[in-house]
């Protein structure tokens, strides 16, 4: 019974409890407004404007980040970055940041992780590599606004994603995965090599990833490797409700991994805000709003399908197939 509420009504009863909590984020955006314009020469005054605001920054909605990439440096020389949509797929589209400029580059596709939070969180590497690569980068979609008629997303899906972005991007790419796609790219690449495929990448990076996560084990690690994969399934996946497109689609969702990653450093999380707090009311406006840029994105999270997520749970933290050699994708084994 406990799991059936849990599967079914969870997501709707956070929905409701949005609700009931608008009009009064709404309120304390306005008693915030109003003390900062009538108020905001007096402690007393910026005080309850501050008080506002934390209490309006943790109730509402965060929507997706932009990159908002306008230009970068190369060789001293400012270049305009335009971003675009090369290729759209139901759970991914792939984002080209094309430059303004006649300088032929190495191509990089940067795999982003398909989880809790956007690709944007990925910004800073992107501007770090766009002086010195072409730059693409994977962008998934929230699975609250994909219906349910449009099909699931798997594992070997992700693999199968990664191999066609490649071929999209042509001949010479290097690619760079950054955590949780690194097995997915590995086993991609892998049997791109095994096909003598003509874009076998040139390079592949691959930072911070599960490869073999029996490895020095983490705390995720652990948590993952002590209980079945019925116990996530009864315990971490839920349904989107009818307000959505995504409606009655199986999701791992982004407030259960939001709340996860805040307990693994819950008392940080309450200093910054502290901090924010006391920023606000000493008018240390540079401090507070690198206090809310960085928020803003890490507050803004998404849904993401069920099916990958307990494949990815069973495959890389349960049974270890990659390192074990019994990975197979698509009905055949990666090498």
């Known amino acids: 019974m406990v ?27 306005a008693n915030k407004d109003f003390h900062e314009s009538f108020f905001s020469e007096s402690k007393y005054g910026r005080s309850v404007a501050a008080s506002y605001e934390i209490f309006e920054r943790m109730t509402k909605d965060y929507p997706k980040p932009q990159f908002g990439i306008k230009h970068t440096q190369i060789n001293g020389k400012d270049v305009k970055i335009k971003q675009r949509t090369i290729l759209s797929k139901t759970f991914c589209n792939l984002l080209h940041f094309g430059k303004d400029s006649k300088i032929k580059q190495p191509k990089m596709l940067v795999v982003a992780p398909m989880s809790g939070h956007h690709s944007t969180l990925l910004r800073g590497t992107v501007e770090g590599l766009l002086p010195y690569f ?7 979609k929230d699975s609250r606004g994909i219906p349910i008629e449009d099909g699931y997303f798997r594992f070997d ?18 690619v760079l995965a950054v ?15 095994e096909d003598k495929e003509k874009c076998v990448p040139a390079s592949m990076t691959l930072m911070g990833g599960p490869i073999d996560s029996r490895k020095n084990p983490t705390e995720v690690n652990d948590y993952a490797a002590e209980r079945t994969i019925h116990w996530f399934e009864s315990n971490a996946i839920t349904k989107i409700p009818m307000n959505y497109p995504g409606a009655g689609r199986s999701v791992y969702p982004g407030f259960t991994q939001l709340f996860g990653f805040m307990a693994m450093n819950l008392q940080a999380h309450m200093q910054a805000h502290m901090d924010l707090f006391n920023h606000l009311v000493e008018g240390d406006g540079e401090s507070a709003d690198g206090h809310k840029e960085f928020y803003n994105e890490f507050l803004s999270v998404m849904d993401m399908p ?7 749970v069973n495959i890389v933290f349960k ?17």
């Not at 599967?7 to 955006?29: D, F, G, H, R, W």
């Not at 072409?134 to 998934?140: C, G, L, P, S």
């Open 157 to 174: 899906d992700f693999v199968n994603y990664t191999r066609e972005f490649i071929r999209e991007m042509g001949s010479g790419v290097n």
């Open 319 to 335: 049974k270890h197939l990659l390192p074990t050699g019994k990975l197979v994708c698509n009905g055949r084994k990666v090498d």
């Open 179 to 193: 955590c949780q796609p690194s097995v997915p790219v590995l086993a991609a690449v892998s049997l791109m090599s």
């Open 306 to 312: 069920a099916e990958f997520y307990l494949d990815t």
């Open 134 to 140: 072409d730059v693409y980068i994977t962008d998934w």
């Open 3 to 29: 799991a059936f509420f849990h599967n079914n009504y969870l997501y709707t009863l956070v929905e409701m409890q949005k609700q009931v909590m608008q009009p009064l984020s709404a309120l304390a955006e």
